[in-house]
């Protein structure tokens, strides 16, 4: 039985996150931090030109980054180092589209533990597995490799009850990549109809947020946004597994709050949904949701 | 040669007859591109014959749609015209009208066509998908995808039954089509390259590599010395973690569980090797026109270190694949490539390699820093089964780690040579690129992807993009894709799947 010894081999290789953080190594390129105390300089300026993707612009005097945008190509931070820079944090994903403009430094130390214990928490309380359709619609492939790669040993999602399923009568969460080929539209708005109440949409990547470096053009819809409704949003191009599993426990979230919210949505924008409240028998995790927190770390 | 088309009498064969001809003493079809030309279109044939480049066109005066077609007498460019006629509208001559490969659209109205000029603009409605190509009493059809069942790329596979006879499969990539070659007219070469790694994800660095190859072709630069051991270290990663890829791929399909956990272990390892080297998981932001973007974020030795102990435990899990008899029986005999079927499509990287079609362009037509490194012969093979394809797989990782090795090394002198100049103050210039200035002009790059060879031919303005075509290696082998089913079409699907390892992406553009 040589395949058992080997599989026993290398002991646990599993990371422990969510119930503990996962360092990557202080060079990985997870997000795009900008440093909220400089003004607006001339090397700023040009390195707000020169973003391939338009993803950086000056809000009330601050420089902003949509990370719905940003291909994490790094120009910037060659360009101004003193205003930008990378960071190897990877949970940025988003509830709402909106919530990925990001002005200043929010994400503190406190802020990632705070989100952690809250998932972990959230995947707990809903005490039953959850179910993942994925559908390719108009990917440049890897975001499917790092989607494939949440089985592997390391990431291992099934230990945190997710698992991934062919037929979308069983889906809890829709898990798009892909710029929105206008080929793919038809197939991705069928499968969506086709799960059940509750449903929760991923956008999986800048792709699907907002075309990326494609963008919309002849065969592109710019992202998926006008095809299904989506909840989430996970950046990066394309987005680590550990962006996608911090995506996909915020969608475990709203699948255990969505009794709360009575509808699912329509197209468009989901900035606008209600939130969970703080009575919910979550607790705090579902009291504010991380988009907002960002955003009051702004004020 | 140019030929050029007078009037429209367009029986003439002289197009066709002069690539036939070069083909049929010894020239390798690489690729077939249309691009506007001054007063019309130009129809690009490229050959490679050793380690140079030949080329055919074709002008074709504004207004004229049909041209006279390879097909017949080069197969391989059968899908380069189908492609040509989807995306500009350019019919060739001398074939039935080909299906739809990579965009359904076939009315005049909202062609993308490519260099037709103007920003590229959204078509309204959503294409239909055409009907199968079987029709009749008797005619099953049982279409599979485009959403797969499992975390894979959009493709429609159509299992035509006609009756008694054989099944056939037809495989539709148009679903994903993205408009690429549109998108980087007029474009900055630094975003260009950025648009490059993402035609085909998870062959990003070759991408890059052979796009940058095209724009420094044109300017005349060379990389340094340094930058060339980081891009041999980048591909030679990307290479493994595809291997990697397509054989994690074969033991899910064979419920291999414990082989499937260890061989996406050495995968996740990979990608953080790359991670860890670059910042990104896939490489991107490496490859920069002129070089590369700066030092590696490992040291040779580190490097070094880290290879070591990858090939060790990939080495020890692929022995144990290749002596489990349950795997291997499923391999062999399944989807076989015959050398005859391989000649004919020209078929590039481990599907070729694995049916006798030998081409490797980092050894005919060496890039980076291929040219000074020993690169190790791998037994030549010719079976052409999935098992053989596999075996192909393996034998390259290895070449992979003799030459990640040996591109460690010169990284660790480099970092020597650094150290004792910017001790001695003669450093000068960067050691990791090289200015491309504003230039102007054509040229064709290449770089041997996981998937076989990847070319971009790329035309530059002032050193903006006027256009860039791409042959991805997926696209290419795709054609021969669906003759390697000759009987049951189901059971033996993820196997030739897998074996073939073919990016939707990079097929569908
Ligand atoms: S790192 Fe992001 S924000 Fe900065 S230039 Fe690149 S895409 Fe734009």
């Not at chain 2, 499923?330 to 030998?358: F, K, N, W």
């Not at chain 2, 103050?425 to 491309?436: E, H, K, L």
């Not at chain 2, 075509?469 to 189901?490: G, K, T």
Request: one cysteine or more; hydrophobic letters at 40%.
């Amino acid at each position: 039985m040589p395949w058992i010894t080997r599989g026993l081999s290398e002991g646990i290789v599993t990371t422990r996150y969510p119930r503990r953080p996962d360092g990557y190594g202080p060079d990985f390129h997870g997000t795009l931090l900008v440093d909220p105390g400089r003004g607006v300089d001339r090397a700023t300026e040009r390195a707000i030109g020169e973003c391939p993707t338009g993803a950086l612009s000056v809000v009330d005097g601050q420089v902003e980054v949509d990370r719905g945008r940003c291909v994490l190509c790094g120009r910037c931070a060659t360009l101004q180092p003193e205003v930008f820079r990378f960071d190897p944090s990877f949970d940025h994903s988003t509830i709402g589209r909106s919530a990925l403009h990001v002005r200043g430094g929010a994400e503190d130390e406190e802020t990632l533990a705070w989100i952690r214990s809250g998932l972990a928490r959230r995947t707990k309380a809903l005490r039953r597995s959850v179910h993942i359709r994925h559908v390719d619609a108009g990917s440049d492939g890897s975001e499917e490799w790092e989607i494939a790669a949440l089985t592997n040993p390391v990431y291992d999602v099934g230990r945190l009850g997710i698992f991934f399923t062919a037929s979308p009568h069983h889906a809890d969460i829709l898990l798009a990549t892909g710029v929105g080929t206008v080929g793919m539209a038809t197939p991705l708005r069928t499968t969506y109809e086709a799960m059940p109440h509750p449903k929760v949409v991923i956008a999986a990547g800048v792709d699907a947020a907002s075309g990326g470096m494609v963008g919309p053009g002849y065969a592109s819809r710019g992202g998926i946004g006008d095809v299904v409704p989506v909840d989430v949003y996970v950046p990066g191009s394309p987005p680590s597994p550990f962006g996608l599993l911090h995506g996909i426990l915020l969608a475990v979230g709203l699948v255990g709050t969505a009794g709360n919210r009575g509808t699912t949505g329509r197209p468009g924008g989901r900035a606008d949904r209600p939130r969970p409240q703080g009575t919910h028998p979550q607790g705090p995790a579902s009291a504010v949701e991380p988009g907002d927190r960002t955003e009051a770390g702004e004020a | 040669m140019v030929s050029a088309l007078e009037d429209d009498a367009f029986a003439d064969n002289a197009f066709p007859a002069a690539v036939a001809d070069r083909v049929e003493h010894g020239a390798r079809f690489v690729g077939l591109f249309a691009t506007s030309a001054p007063g019309g279109t130009r129809i690009l044939a490229v050959l490679a014959r050793g380690h140079a480049i030949e080329q055919e066109a074709l002008l074709l005066p504004a207004g004229r749609t049909r041209y006279p077609g390879l097909a017949q007498r080069v197969p391989a460019a059968e899908w380069y015209e189908r492609a040509i006629l989807d995306l500009h509208g350019l019919e060739p001559t001398g074939r039935s009208r080909p299906d739809p490969l990579v965009f359904p659209l076939r009315s005049g109205a909202g062609w993308p066509r490519p260099t037709a000029g103007g920003p590229p603009r959204p078509t309204d409605p959503d294409p239909p998908s055409p009907p199968p190509s079987l029709q009749g009493e008797g005619v099953f059809t049982i279409p599979y995808g485009p959403v797969r069942s499992g975390v894979f790329e959009a493709v429609e596979y159509l299992v035509e039954t006609p009756g008694e006879d054989i099944p056939h499969l037809r495989t539709r990539v148009f679903y994903k089509h993205r408009g690429i070659e549109k998108r980087f007219e007029d474009m900055s070469i630094d975003d260009g390259v950025l648009l490059a790694e993402r035609y085909e994800g998870v062959a990003s660095v070759a991408h890059a590599m052979a796009f940058c190859g095209a724009v420094e072709r044109v300017a005349g630069v060379e990389i340094p010395p340094a930058a060339g051991a980081v891009r041999v270290v980048h591909a030679e990663l990307e290479r493994i973690a595809n291997h990697l890829d397509s054989t994690v791929r074969h033991v899910e399909g064979a419920g291999q569980a414990v082989a499937f956990a260890r061989f996406s272990l050495h995968k996740e390892r990979v990608m953080r090797l790359r991670g860890q080297l670059s910042g990104s998981r896939f490489g991107r932001g490496v490859i920069v026109p002129g070089g590369v973007s700066g030092a590696p974020g490992l040291g040779g030795a580190e490097l070094l270190q880290a290879v070591d102990r990858l090939e060790k435990a990939i080495r020890a899990d692929c022995r144990l694949l290749l002596a489990t008899p349950s795997f291997v029986d499923r391999l062999r005999g399944t989807g076989v490539v015959s050398p005859e079927l391989a000649a004919r499509y020209t078929l590039v990287g481990p599907v070729g390699r694995a049916s006798g079609q030998h081409e490797d362009v980092r050894v005919s037509r060496p890039y980076a820093a291929y040219g000074h490194l020993g690169q190790p012969l791998a037994e030549p093979r010719s079976d052409g089964d999935a098992l053989t394809r596999l075996h192909v797989r393996f034998d390259e990782m290895w070449g992979s780690f003799h030459l990640l090795r040996q591109a460690a090394d010169d990284l660790d002198r480099t970092e020597a040579d650094r150290t004792e100049a910017d001790r001695t103050g003669r450093g000068t210039g960067s050691p990791w690129r090289n200015a491309v200035g504003p230039v102007s002009g054509e040229a064709l790059g290449w770089a041997e992807a996981p998937q076989g060879e990847v070319a971009y031919l790329v035309e530059l303005h002032e050193g903006s993009l006027v256009h860039a075509r791409v042959r991805s290696a997926s696209f290419h082998n795709l054609a021969a894709f669906a003759l390697a089913f000759p009987h049951d079409i189901l059971t033996d699907f993820a196997f030739i799947e897998a074996s073939f390892g073919l990016s939707i992406a990079g097929a569908s553009g």
